[in-house]
């Protein structure tokens, strides 16, 4: 019985990640075309078992160097990137480059993508970089962190804005072929993500 939740979780999850890039809150086409959870986990698992009993992610900042971020769950709109691009073609964003992804590995705390996990905070990263006139940035789209090399290949098929947020198991990361706005999105995005969590 005891095993019965953790499938259920990822279901739950799963449609999460589906329903992010389906839909927004205010039942209009979504402008993400995949989203993955990245899941904090200890760099050896299982997770020490202390002398107390206690089993725990203990995420302080004594303990970063321990855990590491992975692929838990994605989802992509596969039917909307050929609709987008003709068809599916090399070189355009696809099965292969979002699969690609799925092999990454993340240092929490470290990099665009652990420090997000650990600041428990949002960036958005656009394929242009920001002119100083462009009003609709905030301050947290741009970013000084390095981004991962995964993300190369991405903008260079057709995806234009990244952003990655924080949540409780982890990253929550969408990926869009439009620019989409930070400030005016993201509000919409945790209203969405609030009445959809698990």
Same mark, same amino acid.
């Given at each position: 019985? *005891?095993? *019965?939740?953790?499938?259920?979780?990822?279901?739950?999850?799963?449609?999460?990640?589906?329903?992010?890039?389906?839909?927004?809150?205010?039942?209009?086409? #979504?402008?993400?075309?995949?989203?993955?959870?990245?899941?904090?986990?200890?760099?050896?698992?299982?997770?020490?078992?202390?002398?107390?009993?206690?089993?725990?992610?203990?995420? #302080?900042?004594? =303990?970063?160097?321990?855990?590491? &971020?992975?692929? *838990?769950?994605?989802?992509?709109?596969?039917?909307?990137?050929?609709?987008?691009?003709?068809? &599916?073609?090399? %070189?355009?964003? %696809? !099965?292969?480059?979002?699969?690609?992804?799925?092999?990454?590995?993340?240092?929490?705390?470290?990099?665009?993508?652990?420090?997000?996990?650990?600041?428990?905070?949002?960036?958005?990263?656009?394929?242009?970089?920001?002119?100083?006139?462009? $009003?609709?940035?905030? +301050?947290?789209? %741009?970013?000084?962190?390095?981004? !991962?090399?995964?993300?190369?290949?991405?903008?260079? +098929?057709?995806?234009? $804005?990244?952003?990655?947020?924080?949540?409780? *198991?982890?990253?929550?990361?969408?990926?869009?072929?439009?620019?989409?706005?930070? $400030? =005016?999105?993201?509000?919409?995005?945790?209203?969405?993500?609030?009445?959809?969590?698990?």
């Amino acid at each position: 019985m *005891e095993g *019965e939740g953790l499938p259920l979780l990822n279901c739950l999850w799963h449609h999460l990640l589906r329903s992010l890039c389906s839909w927004d809150s205010c039942n209009q086409p #979504s402008k993400w075309v995949y989203a993955i959870l990245w899941r904090v986990l200890p760099r050896n698992y299982p997770p020490p078992q202390w002398d107390d009993g206690r089993v725990g992610l203990d995420l #302080s900042n004594r =303990h970063q160097r321990n855990w590491i &971020l992975v692929w *838990e769950d994605g989802f992509c709109d596969f039917s909307r990137c050929e609709r987008s691009f003709g068809s &599916l073609v090399r %070189g355009r964003f %696809g !099965p292969d480059v979002f699969f690609k992804m799925s092999h990454e590995v993340y240092s929490y705390g470290e990099g665009l993508i652990g420090k997000v996990a650990a600041d428990n905070s949002h960036k958005w990263v656009f394929r242009e970089v920001m002119s100083e006139s462009d $009003t609709n940035c905030s +301050s947290w789209s %741009g970013s000084l962190d390095v981004k !991962p090399k995964a993300w190369e290949s991405q903008f260079s +098929s057709g995806i234009q $804005t990244i952003a990655v947020v924080a949540v409780r *198991e982890g990253v929550i990361q969408l990926g869009s072929f439009d620019r989409v706005n930070a $400030t =005016h999105f993201s509000r919409k995005f945790y209203e969405n993500l609030n009445k959809k969590s698990c």
